[in-house]
């Protein structure tokens, strides 16, 4: 009795919620960009809702509203549920262009980038539901093998299940590939005005670089109330952590 009241009042909040989501969508089309965003942002707080659609409307309202880091702090929390999706990216790259810093991002090179454009097609728990099909079809094919008389037949199968257990590994090895990039890949975004990046966690260390609302940082370690942090061109620091926001 108690799961079916629990599966009825999830039901309930998911439908109470898209018709919050929806509210905010005609707000937004009406150009009424401040009433959007309290209606998105109460839909993430009070719904614990977690969806790409949600955090890239909220993206678009405070780009409109001209606030720089939270509309490139949503932009990213979109890619995080949906990666790669091309509307996102657009939209994000021309919020980038709001910001005043101008750093250089490095790129990976050679044998490492080619590996993570294979891997980043898909989403660990992509990749792992594609390991789960393969790994049936390949079941299948040691089946048909198993009980196929004809030898061209057998001949068929065995090929077909050394492709597929390359294929399964491949996929195995991708969604594990993922797995770990999104948990070492602390993406955080500069909130603050402007915020020193120095060279140790104490104000009176010397400044390295300054950096100001809608910076991209990546977090290394967290130490009291400073988080050791990498830009985009590899410049390592520390951060005091109230001047960023964690994007995961």
Not at 68 to 81: D, F, G, M, R
Not at 123 to 135: F, T
Not at 194 to 201: D, E, G, T
């Amino acid at each position: 009795m108690k799961n079916i009241l629990y599966l009825f009042l999830l039901i309930s909040q998911i439908f109470f919620a898209q018709g919050r989501f929806e509210a905010g969508n005609a707000l937004y089309q009406k150009g009424q960009y401040k009433e959007a965003v309290q209606v998105y942002e109460n839909i993430v707080k009070e719904d614990k809702l977690q969806s790409a659609e949600l955090y890239f409307n909220l993206g678009n309202c405070y780009y409109k509203l001209n606030q720089v880091a939270p509309s490139i702090y949503n932009y990213e929390k979109a890619l995080v549920l949906k990666p790669n999706d091309p509307e996102t990216l657009n939209n994000l790259k021309f919020a980038k262009k709001l910001t005043i810093d101008e750093i250089k991002e490095v790129p990976k090179v050679g044998f490492a980038k080619l590996i993570q454009n294979f891997t980043s097609i898909f989403d660990y728990n992509m990749w792992a539901k594609i390991a789960v099909a393969i790994g049936f079809v390949f079941l299948l094919s040691f089946i048909g093998y198993y009980f196929s008389k004809a030898t061209i037949a057998k001949r068929i199968y065995f090929v077909g299940m050394f492709i597929f257990l390359i294929a399964f590994a491949l996929s195995i090895s991708a969604a594990v590939a993922e797995k770990r990039h999104f948990d070492n890949d602390r993406v955080a975004i500069v909130f603050s005005e402007m915020s020193q990046v120095r060279a140790k966690p104490q104000k009176s260390a010397n400044g390295i670089i300054l950096l100001h609302e809608g910076a991209k940082v990546y977090v290394l370690e967290t130490t009291a109330d400073w988080k050791k942090v990498e830009l985009t061109d590899g410049t390592q620091g520390w951060i005091e952590s109230s001047t960023i926001k964690e994007v995961k």
